[in-house]
């Protein structure tokens, strides 16, 4: 009788590995802090010079030759609003005087010019107000020196246009001179429209 071989079933151990699969290690950063330099302070001192004294006396004087010279165009305003005329009054024993000197208008203007404005020796901030003063002074004439010319009628249309003309002209000055005293008396350089640049030109 044939043998048959039977098939011995030999318990196979399977082992399984529990342990778990070995993670990477990781790296552990540590944060690195590092202090900010110390800013060194800087100390911005600022130099304040004053304008001297003499130097706003001698522009707040040159302005009061366009000033006098402006006051003619008031003479409309002043027979028609006579408080106006009264804040004037106390400069007619000045004006008067300043007109009693032979060619005063010719004779401030060529001294505020080549003795102020040409003279190197002074600041710029006397110079400059009393160029300003000079141009302001020559725009001021130009309407005389027209109407001379022209010669407009005591009445009409044209003569209306002149009167208003005149109290605009009147205005604009008196407004230019207070603003440019108030300036020069603080020390600060005054630049008024449509002048300041033909006197900055002449510097």
């Known amino acids: 009788m044939a043998s048959i071989p039977f ?3 030999s318990p196979t151990t399977t082992t399984f590995n529990l342990k778990p699969p070995s993670l990477p290690s990781l ?4 944060p ?11 100390i911005t001192r600022m130099s304040y010079n004053p304008t001297p004294a003499t ?13 006098f010279n402006s006051l003619q165009y008031g003479r409309f305003l002043f027979h028609q609003y006579p ?19 032979p060619y005063s208008s010719f004779v401030a203007f060529f001294a505020l010019y080549l003795g102020v404005v040409r003279n190197p020796s002074f600041s710029h901030f006397v110079r400059f107000n009393s160029m300003q003063a000079v141009t302001l002074d020559v725009l001021l004439v130009l309407p005389v020196l ?11 249309f044209w003569f209306k246009v002149m009167v ?10 008196v407004l230019c001179f207070v603003y ?12 008024l429209p449509f002048v300041a640049d033909a006197a900055g030109r002449q510097i």
């Not at 790296?27 to 540590?30: F, V």
């Not at 690195?32 to 800087?42: G, S």
């Not at 130097?55 to 000033?67: E, G, K, N, V």
């Open 7 to 9: 098939l011995r079933l």
């Open 83 to 101: 408080p106006l005329a009264s804040l004037f009054n106390p400069l007619l024993p000045l004006l008067s005087l300043y007109r009693s000197i």
């Open 164 to 173: 208003w003309f005149h109290n605009l002209l009147f205005v604009f000055a």
């Open 32 to 42: 690195t802090y590092t202090p900010p330099h110390p800013r060194k302070l800087t």
């Open 55 to 67: 130097d706003r006396l001698i522009s707040t004087i040159a302005y009061t030759l366009p000033f």
């Open 180 to 191: 440019s005293v108030g300036c020069c008396v603080l020390g600060r350089t005054p630049y």
């Open 27 to 30: 790296r552990i950063i540590k």
């Open 146 to 156: 027209i109407q001379r010319v022209f010669s407009p009628a005591r009445a009409g």
